[in-house]
Structures are given as structure tokens and as C-alpha cells.
């Protein structure tokens, strides 16, 4: 009996010990969960009961160089959801029916959307308000108290289409920048979500009364470009003439730059695309065949005509570089006088380490030349001449002070860098040939800065594309400061080049792009587009107006296979003559020339915007202007059709003879 009552206690006691051992864990437990996940678990017990919709903020505004026209702006649009738990269970049915009529969905898809056990689901984004107002009609006829939700939204558009393609860019579907200016400033362009939060259970039933939070999403910054929209529109039109006329197979650009500042005031590649529908084929060729092309195959042409050439593509400069020789030369006190006659002796070709290398007129010796002929005749052997008198460490020096061996800095995504040979690998031959523009690569926005800090009178001044940001809230103007990065030539070589380069334009190879009144100068290139390519590349490099120059232009040209050939001053210089004609009006740059002002007769452009494309065609052919209609057709009713828009703009100073583009 004794043992008995000994073993009851026994198993009391440790009955006992086991409950207080259990309390300890239980309150261990909940001390760790109170106070270190406490926390944490508070987070995700909010983030489970609250319901948040998205709100996204308008994304900034961008601006031309005016500050009045819009490049690329964000409308109010509205997204579609729905809370399946709060959609009573008899309006299922009719609400997927309703939601698929409206917005041209598949009815079983969204029924399957409204019926699913989770907290939202999205219907339709970015829907234009007509359609949600019928929703909205609907909801309140058929008593539908919740379930359905229809939030602002922001859509992306861009009022002018194609223009400036490749330096704006694009957004994607959630409103985030993925090239060009869109993508390089995202951060001040996307502003801030804000959210509509609510308070819910696992099925998203409303939990308690405390009813929506609003929280307001904060716009994103505008942004003023330094691109001119006149001037775009002009270059663009020019480019795109060039490109069809000689048949260049693999595009072109066009880059307009002031060297004073670094502001690019135009900068267009042909083909461009319609950044309202960057994913859809771009040329009439490939709409016929793009339902029938590999997911690879159009994503390989999407990206090509997404690319801006002009800052992402390398090429050989050709004789446009022999501006850079001369600059080096002279500021080298190799040659001091540009203008001494029989400094330089052409024979048709030059000897370099055992290889003799020809000059492009070869066949007919250009004999006795000054610095000044030789450039004007962009004569090869006198530029390798040049070369070897500087030597190699000397050349590359020069390379480097004009900033040819790094990357611009330009304020866009993607930009490639040169491709020179080392300088530790280059011997004479690798010397000659880069003394008169080939076997190295650079971007086209490389040379036009090159080039700018000629103009300027020796600074190299670092591009830009964006020169003001306005804060949203505030309306607060940041400037963008110009970057001025080293002096590479003293005013005088400048001043001398300048004065040969007008030579070319006046009396030589660049004499196409001479424009009546006007002061320009210029250096033409003709380049192999590669080795044994058959392909060439033509350009043009421009300076205006030479007293006080203002305005850079280069025309670059990729395989012009056309019956004017690939010649530089045949087929690129006419263009950067067509360009000059147009924006140094515009730009109310003084003419130097008075005599040849008299010569062309000036005239002001008519406005022609809201008559009949007939009628216009009378107006501008009265005025000695020529009419060029865009997308025009066969089926095209002149006599009713109505003129939309103007390039140049009305009240702009032309050369008679000018064309006018003209848009319905």
C-alpha cells in the first residue's frame, strides 16, 4: 500500500515537470515570436490582409530644345481589375460576359479570372475611358456594389510618331523606359507609384469599415532636349531622300551639332519606326512577310532599326579625317604656312615600308601643292606626308586630346567606343593609313565632337542631348551644365583649318554643299565599308558659318549603290548643302556673302496649313518652291484633301528652288 502511494506521487511530480517544462517552451515560443519575429510577422500579416492597387504616376513630359513642342507625353488611360471573393457568386457569369464584350476578351479566360480564389486579377490595362465609362453604366444598372475596380492609368504616346525614333525611344507595358532618352533618364522621367490599399481575408472579402487609402502617386520630371524640332524634321526629310535616291542599303545619319556648346540639335539614322508601335514591322517589304518570319528573325530586324547609328556604329572616316591631320600638323609647326606653293609634290602615290600606297587620282598626279590645295584635293600622299613627320606617339597624342580613344559621354544608352590599333602595335603603314582616314574605326558622334572642337576654336566640348529638367512638384528648372573637357588647338590652327576646310567647299571636292550667301566649310570622305566588301561609306563633314561657326553637320551614308555613285562629294555633300540651306535660315545665322545673296533670290515660306493639297501646289510653285507631299498615293483626291503640316514652317527664310514637305 505504501508503494503504491510512493508511486503516485512520483508519477504527480513528473506529470508536473513535464506540464511546467511544456509552459516554459509555450512562453519561450511566444517570447520569440512577440519580440523577434514580431516584426516581421506584423509585415507580412499587413501585406496578407491589405490589398493594394497600383497607381501609376504620369511618367515627365519631354521637350524639344523650344520647350513648346512635345516629343513624347503620358495620356490618362484606366486598368480593369477585379476582387473575385467580393463578386457575388448568381453575377459571376454576366460580370466575365460583360468585362470580355467591352474590352474584345475571350469569355472563358476572364470567367476564369472572375471565379479564381485569389485577392485581384487584372482585366484590361490601359483602356481608353469610353469603354470604362460603359462599364461604369453597366456596374450601376445591374447593382454590382464591388468587385470591379477601375483605376487611372498613364499611357505613353508620342505626338510626332517617327521622329527622333532612335534618341527618344520607347516604354514598355509597366511604363518603364527600355531605349533611347526614355531609358537613359528613367529615373527623373517615371516619377513615384502611389496605391489604393484596402483591408481584406484570404478570399479578398473586405475586412472592417475603415473603407480605401488613398495613397496619391507623384508625376515624373519633364526633360527639355537640346533637339530642335524644326531641324530634326528638316535633316530627317533630306536623310531620307538620300537614302532612297542613291539606294543605300544599309541606311544613313545625319548628326547637327553646336560647337559651341555641345547641344545636338538634330540627330536621325534612316530607316526610323513608329514609336507608338516600336514591335510592329517598320517598311512595307517586311509587313508583307512579318506573320511569316521566326520570333528570332523579327526581333534581329526590330532591334536593327531600333539602333542609333549614329552613336552605336563604328565606320572608317575616310578623308574627313585629314581635318584632324591637318590640325595636329599645324599646331606641331610641321607645316606653318598653308598656302606655300610647292610645299608638297603629288606624284600619284607614296612609298611606306616597302609599301606604295596610291593616291585616289592616281592616274593624273595633282603635282605641286600648298597644305591648303592639298585638302581641297584630298590628297593622299601629303596627309601620309604629314603622319610620319608627326610620328606615331606624337599622332596618338592627338588622337587622344580630341577624345577619339574614348567614349563621347553623349546622354543616350548604347554608345560604342573607336577601334584603333595600340598604340605600342602601330608601325608606318599602320600610320599612314590612319593619317588619311582608314583601317581604324570611330562613331559617327566621335567625329562631329573631333570636328566641333575645330570649329570652336580648339575646346572639346562634350555632347549633350538634354539641357534642362523640370521637377514636377515644383516646376523647378536644373540646368544640365555644358562640359567643356580640354583645349586640344590654339585659336590660330583653328582659325587656319576652318579657313582651308571653307576651301574645300568654295573651290573643291566639297563645292556641292555651297549654299548662296553663306560662308561655309566643309571636308567630303569616301571610305570601305570592311575589307573586300564591295561596300563603301560617303560622307560629308560641315562647319557654318565659318566666321563664327555655329552649326556642325555630318552626312554619313552606308553603301549608296545608286547611278550617282559613292563618291563623297557627289553624293553626300549635296545633302549637307541641302541641310545648310534650310536651318541656317531657320537658325537667323547673318550671311557673309551679300553678293551671292543677290544671286538666289530669298524667300519666305508661305503658310500653307488647312488648304487643299491643289491649291498649295499653286501657292508654293507661284513662290518658286517646289512641293514634295509625304506618303503621297495614287488614289491621293488633291482637290479635297487638306494639308495638315509644314516643313519648314511658315514665315522661314529659304533659297528659291527650296522643297517644301508638306503632310495631310
Given amino acids: 500500500m505504501i508503494i503504491t502511494k510512493l508511486s503516485n506521487k512520483k508519477k504527480m511530480r513528473n506529470a508536473l515537470f513535464i506540464c511546467f517544462l511544456i509552459m516554459l517552451c509555450l512562453i519561450g515560443r511566444i517570447g520569440y515570436i512577440q519580440f523577434i519575429q514580431g516584426d516581421e510577422l506584423s509585415t507580412l500579416a499587413y501585406q496578407q490582409q491589405t490589398l493594394d492597387r497600383n497607381i501609376n504616376p504620369k511618367r515627365g513630359t519631354i521637350y524639344d530644345a523650344t520647350s513648346k513642342n512635345v516629343l513624347a507625353v503620358s495620356s490618362t488611360v484606366e486598368t480593369v481589375t477585379v476582387n473575385p471573393g467580393n463578386i457575388r457568386k448568381e453575377d459571376k457569369e454576366k460580370v466575365a460576359k460583360k468585362l470580355s464584350e467591352i474590352f474584345e476578351l475571350d469569355y472563358e479566360k476572364t470567367l476564369k479570372k472572375v471565379t479564381k480564389r485569389s485577392s485581384i486579377e487584372t482585366i484590361s490595362k490601359k483602356v481608353d475611358k469610353d469603354k470604362t465609362d460603359e462599364l461604369r453604366v453597366w456596374i450601376e444598372q445591374n447593382n454590382i456594389s464591388s468587385g470591379i475596380n477601375i483605376d487611372e492609368d498613364t499611357k505613353r504616346y508620342y505626338p510626332y510618331s517617327t521622329l527622333a525614333s532612335q534618341i527618344i525611344g520607347f516604354c514598355g507595358s509597366d511604363n518603364q523606359g527600355l531605349d533611347g532618352i526614355e531609358a537613359k533618364y528613367d529615373t527623373e522621367l517615371k516619377g513615384k507609384q502611389g496605391a489604393i490599399q484596402r483591408h481584406t481575408d484570404a478570399k479578398g472579402g473586405e475586412i472592417g469599415h475603415e473603407g480605401e487609402n488613398y495613397v496619391a502617386a507623384i508625376d515624373g520630371n519633364d526633360i527639355v532636349l537640346t533637339i530642335d524640332l524644326t531641324i530634326q524634321s528638316i535633316v530627317e526629310k533630306y536623310l531620307e531622300e538620300a537614302c532612297i535616291d542613291n539606294v543605300c542599303t544599309d541606311g544613313g545619319n545625319i548628326v547637327v551639332m553646336n560647337p559651341q556648346n555641345g547641344d545636338i540639335l538634330a540627330m536621325a539614322t534612316y530607316p526610323s519606326y513608329n514609336l507608338n508601335s516600336p514591335y510592329e514591322p517598320y517598311t512595307e517589304e517586311l509587313k508583307e512577310v512579318w506573320d511569316s518570319l521566326e520570333q528570332s528573325e523579327k526581333t534581329k530586324n526590330l532591334q536593327a532599326v531600333w539602333r542609333n547609328k549614329a552613336i552605336a556604329d563604328t565606320y572608317e572616316p575616310g578623308s574627313v579625317f585629314k581635318v584632324i591631320t591637318s590640325s595636329a600638323a599645324l599646331e606641331e609647326g610641321v607645316v606653318t604656312d598653308i598656302d606655300k606653293e610647292g610645299q608638297f609634290c603629288c606624284t600619284g602615290s607614296i612609298e611606306v615600308a616597302g609599301v606604295r600606297i596610291k593616291c585616289w587620282r592616281h592616274y593624273r598626279p595633282h603635282g605641286s601643292e600648298s597644305l591648303r590645295l592639298a585638302l581641297m584635293n584630298s590628297c593622299n600622299p601629303v596627309f601620309i606626308g604629314l603622319g610620319q613627320k608627326l610620328g606615331v606617339q606624337k599622332y596618338y597624342s592627338y588622337l587622344n586630346k580630341f577624345r577619339l580613344l574614348e567614349k563621347t559621354g553623349i546622354d543616350l544608352p548604347g554608345e560604342a567606343n573607336s ?49 534642362q529638367i523640370i521637377n514636377s512638384e515644383t516646376k523647378e528648372i536644373t540646368d544640365i551644365p555644358v562640359k567643356v573637357n580640354s583645349t586640344v588647338i590654339s585659336k590660330e590652327t583653328s582659325e587656319k583649318v576652318l579657313s582651308m576646310m571653307e576651301s574645300v567647299v568654295s573651290e573643291g571636292t566639297g563645292k556641292n554643299a555651297k549654299v548662296a550667301g553663306y560662308r561655309i566649310g566643309g571636308k567630303t570622305g569616301t571610305s570601305e565599308d570592311g575589307v573586300n566588301t564591295n561596300k563603301y561609306v560617303t560622307s560629308f563633314c560641315g562647319v557654318a558659318p565659318i566666321d563664327n561657326p555655329q552649326v556642325v553637320v555630318l552626312v554619313t551614308l552606308y553603301n549608296p549603290t545608286g547611278e ?40 519666305q515660306t508661305p503658310d500653307v496649313v488647312g488648304k487643299s493639297i491643289s491649291e498649295v501646289e499653286k501657292i508654293l510653285k507661284e513662290n518658286g518652291l517646289i512641293t514634295v507631299i509625304e506618303n503621297e498615293t495614287e488614289e491621293l483626291d488633291k482637290e479635297n484633301t487638306i494639308v495638315k503640316d509644314q516643313t519648314p514652317k511658315a514665315g522661314i527664310t529659304v533659297n528659291s528652288g527650296s522643297k517644301i514637305y508638306i503632310g495631310y
Fill in 419 to 467: 577601334i584603333f590599333l595600340a598604340e605600342n602595335k602601330a608601325g608606318p603603314v599602320e600610320l599612314a593609313t590612319i593619317s588619311f582616314g582608314q583601317r581604324f574605326e570611330i562613331t559617327p558622334i566621335q567625329l562631329v565632337t573631333a570636328v566641333s572642337a575645330i570649329a570652336n576654336g580648339g575646346n572639346s566640348i562634350q555632347p549633350r542631348l538634354v539641357k
Fill in 564 to 603: 550617282g555613285g559613292h563618291q563623297g562629294g557627289g553624293v553626300a555633300a549635296p545633302v549637307g548643302g541641302q541641310v545648310f540651306s534650310e536651318i541656317l535660315p531657320y537658325l537667323e545665322v547673318n550671311q557673309g556673302n551679300q553678293e551671292e545673296v543677290e544671286q538666289v533670290e530669298q524667300i
